[in-house]
């Protein structure tokens, strides 16, 4: 990944960081009055906490069994690490793509947040859920539980939400926004309907997750300044893999040297005197004729070999007996 983000090290002009506008801290302020008056109706054991243990004995996976198996898996889309991963590794996509490590920072801020907020709360109010309630029409609070606010839904909220969060334009922003509304309100009646949460506790799961996605552009700059760290760290440790170590120079004290002996020749035995070379007779050097100029010489005497039972001419042939 960081061998294709260096082919630009600037991020993208096209990319739309969302800023804390007026609207939205509007939004944020009244989320946050939502949250804290779902906290009070629970705690004052209003008509809220009421129709938690309507909807309890009501045993929603009792009146429709015939979608137990199919809500069983659906409620998977709210558990952190499976939709951590499934969403990692489509950011991670993006961030190749883009060439920033900005999506992959707003997921992990996103998660910590959701586990430093949601997790304090639910250890300090200490609710217990409807399989473990002691009391009929109490609120259960402070007994050691962990299910106020519901995790799964404020999970769905975040993990899917912050798809729409990063979106490139605003058209894609909206139908993801619908999208992972939809999906963490399926996640929370499915805790409902499963009989793990108190509707009481979706509700608040739904607050804590959109706060925590209306929170975000507050913490747009430390994600750019830890981008920025993380790059900065990344050509330092470059540059000293890269870089060797230079070798200190010694001191040379000039030191004087003394002759060194050379060493006697050894005796050459006398070497016999070369014998001297005469030129061959039929080498001498001398006037060469081309051979149509040489004066043909007729041989002396008859070129047949000699005969002895031959006789010369002009004598007769002794009579044979």
């Not at 260096?6 to 509007?26: C, G, I, K, N, T």
């Not at 994600?223 to 990344?234: G, K, M, Q, V």
Request: hydrophobic letters at 45%.
């Amino acid at each position: 990944m960081f061998t294709r983000l260096d082919r630009e090290p600037e991020r993208p002009a096209h990319l739309d960081v969302p800023r804390m506008s007026r609207h939205r801290v509007v939004l944020f302020a009244a989320t946050l009055a939502f949250y804290l008056a779902i906290v009070w109706a629970v705690v004052i054991t209003s008509w809220l906490v009421r129709l938690d243990w309507q909807v309890m004995f009501f045993r929603p996976y009792q009146q429709w069994p015939q979608i137990h198996a199919f809500l069983d898996y659906y409620v998977v889309l709210g558990q952190r690490g499976p939709t951590a991963v499934m969403v990692a590794a489509w950011l991670g996509w993006r961030s190749w793509r883009q060439h920033t490590l900005r999506p992959l920072l707003t997921l992990a801020t996103s998660l910590l947040l959701l586990n430093c907020t949601v997790g304090a709360a639910k250890l300090g109010m200490g609710r217990l859920g409807p399989h473990y309630a002691t009391v009929i029409g109490s609120n259960e609070m402070g007994l050691g539980g962990d299910i106020f606010p519901s995790g799964h839904t404020a999970n769905a909220v975040v993990t899917w939400g912050i798809l729409a969060y990063l979106a490139s334009t605003p058209r894609a922003r909206r139908w993801l926004s619908a999208l992972s509304a939809v999906t963490s309100l399926g996640v929370g009646l499915t805790t409902v309907y499963l009989g793990t949460h108190w509707l009481s506790d979706v509700l608040l799961g739904w607050a804590a997750g959109l706060l925590i996605l209306l929170a975000l552009p507050w913490f747009e700059p430390l994600i750019a300044r830890t981008e920025s760290a993380l790059f900065t760290l990344r050509d330092r440790l470059r540059a000293r893999r890269g870089r060797t170590a230079p070798v200190p120079a010694l001191p040379v004290t000039p030191v004087a040297l003394k002759p060194l002996p050379v060493p006697a020749e050894p005796a050459r035995e006398p070497v016999p005197p070369a014998r001297s070379t005469r030129t061959p007779a039929h080498l001498t050097p001398g006037p060469h004729t081309a051979r149509g100029e040489r004066t043909p010489v007729a041989p002396a005497g008859s070129r047949r070999p000699p005969h002895t039972d031959r006789l010369p001419r002009g004598t007769s042939q002794p009579a044979r007996p």
